[in-house]
């Protein structure tokens, strides 16, 4: 090969490679509104979007696997978390995490309440893009996960280290009640995921307060409860009050779900399980 | 020095030591933010230190690129630069441009779009400098009318990039279409055309260092950029695989990214054979240790680690964790900060007098130390990322209970770091241990050699 021809070939390379991926480009355009549902990108949306722009969240944040790795991913977090969770959240994270024991917190943002709505809708289109399945399994924030390290071992390598203030003082209800949800004993995260469609021993709760509401209006309900929240704690306290039927969760009439919770958890936890679980919808 | 015009290069790599300075001092803060607690949470938070860190990284590498251009040009066209003054007026605009900008992420005014973070004014301002250099550049190699191949391909590398940063100037409404865009900016960058950059410098300084036949050198030349093209354009699918955009691009990353370091291998052999073959003929062994460095530590941080999680099944699972950061250490290291050092080590004798030819010890020192933190900082990662894949991806332990069990490896990062650190500092110490003095040399004392025809002036002892 003499020089001539290298010329040519770095240069013929390079058109074809381009026009390979300029028209797969053009293609990829054709397809971009489906796969992102593009009719949902409302004006709402697209301000959130500034808004994630503008605090600079992705310098900590990834999304879409994206960003800086020194805060958790948030492709899916508008399916792991209720609205009204997301937005207690962003009004002060410092009552949902303690600096002390993870050793990260992130700073406070002075978001507006618009500013929060907006990013929450910006977070749930995101979170409903096609993006092949991503991640495989889902991110979580907290936890110990399922496997060798065990839900048991959660509880265990909860206790707050020496030093720390003491837990729940100045932490929302929300947030409390996410801790018992993954620390009450038995932890309901051993069998209640809060992925849609992920059936564990026990139902999925995504969506819970939602379906409680649907629940308790209707006519074959058989328990005592009148309002959603209420409705919850009941199913927390007697589990066989009222059943969403199914062999999987129960047998003539018991379900299958542990009844001691009522006397085990303090009535402020039991509160706190509620202000959680009501942030599903 | 043989053209008195080519002392601007020292001014512009002075500019580049400084911001590569500054960018550890972010990074080493950015390292310590992982261990946390942070006190400076409300002052400092890691957004602003990270965005900083990176910002400079790419300040700095194309100060030195512009600079070492700058310095290459009048070699290759044998020719005063078109204007010195522009050339003065472009680095002070991009110096303001580069402060300001810093300044500003301090207050979080920027796109808050990763690595595209300057404001729109920067950006414009970005433009403008691009196109004086550009034109500087262009109006030198015109009026000398000699054009060799190694320029060329600098020049076309330099242009490139400058028309692939126009697509970072506009809005996307669609947040999978801006992601879809930015990666033409910032992946056919690195693994497009700045590695015609890297591959231009590499030819000159292999060129002047050893014998080797510029005829040949130039063909290979031709063939290293062809490869990159070949793969790295189609390689962009390897960003495109979790994002929102259709699966077809799934196989075309897989296959075409994995040809990727095809390239480096070649250039790799490249320098290897250019100085097994040829031999050295110039007595800047400092400068050699950086280019060789440069072309094995790129097959090292690009090749090898770029491969290691470029697949769509490994991806799946590496996809934005600490693996990346890995990778992206070692890469942009390996290609653009050590040929970008390499160029100022190759230029610095002829321009501060009383420096030894050879390189001094510190140089080597600086060099060693570099290089095995840098190594380090990669390992420092890639334990951490593989930690965390390992107990957030796969076993699904959550992600803040995850970090705190890989802490021991954010200890040994900030460890490496600080001898890569320490490494930079003798670097910077180095190059302003002498003061400038700017000689037009007729070849009477060592320096660069003339090019292909020993017309001009006598050859060097
Ligand atoms: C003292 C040495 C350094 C330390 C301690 C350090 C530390 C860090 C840290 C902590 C991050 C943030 C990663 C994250 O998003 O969580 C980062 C990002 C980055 N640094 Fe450095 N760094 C150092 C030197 C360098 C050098 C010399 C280069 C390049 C030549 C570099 C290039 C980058 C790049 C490209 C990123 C973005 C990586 C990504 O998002 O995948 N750093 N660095
Ligand atoms: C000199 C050349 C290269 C440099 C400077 C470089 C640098 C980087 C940087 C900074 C990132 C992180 C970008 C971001 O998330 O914003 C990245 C990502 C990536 N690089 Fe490279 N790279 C180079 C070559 C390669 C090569 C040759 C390959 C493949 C063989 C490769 C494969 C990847 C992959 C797969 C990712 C995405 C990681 C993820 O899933 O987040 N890179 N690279
Ligand atoms: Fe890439």
Redesign the pocket.
Known sequence: MNKRQARLFAIGSTVIATLAFLGLTIDSHRQFPKLTNAQNITPAVTHGKDVWHKYNCI??HTLFG?????APDLTKIAQHRGAEYLKAYMKDPSKFYDEQRHRRLMPKQDLTDVEIADLVSFLDWVSKVDNQGWPPRPILVTGAGVGPMGVLQAAAGSAPPPGAPPAGADKSPIALGEVVFREAMPACAACHSLLPGAQMAGPSLAGVATRAQETVGSADYTGDAKDAAAYLRESIVQPSAHMITGAMYSASGVSFMPATYGKDLTPDKIDHLVAYLMTFK | MRYRSQSVAYWYFAVAMVL?GL????????????LGPDPLLYILP?DV??VI??NL?IVW?LTGFMGATYWMVPDESRTELYSVKLAYLQLVLWTLMGVTAVVGYLFRYGTGN??LEQPLPHKIVIVICMLLFLFNIGMTIWKSKRFTTTEGVLVLGLGLAAVLYLPALLEYENYTVAIFYRWWTIHLWVEGVWEMIQGGFLAYLLIRLSGADREVMEKWLYVIVGLVFIAGILGTAHHYYWVGVPAYWLPIGGIFSALEPVALVGMAIYAYSAMRRSGMSHPNTLALHWTLGSAVFTLFGAGLLGLAHTFPDVNKWTHGT?I??????A????A??MITLAMISFAMPSMTPGRSEQGSSIGYWSFWL?LG??FG?TLS?ATAGIGQVYLERILGMGYLDAQLKIQVHFVM??V???I??IG?GLFIYDFFRYAPRFEVDDGQTAGPRPATKPVVTAAHA
């Open positions: 310098n900590c994206e960003g800086a790795y020194y | 590569f960018q550890l001092v972010f990074g080493l803060l950015s390292a310590a933010k992982y890691f230190t990270k860190h990176t990284l590498v990763k690595l600490l990346t950061a890995m990778h992206g250490h890469a942009f290291y390996g653009y900060a570099q933190g840098m900082m990662f990062l900030v490496t770091g600080s890569f650190a930079v």
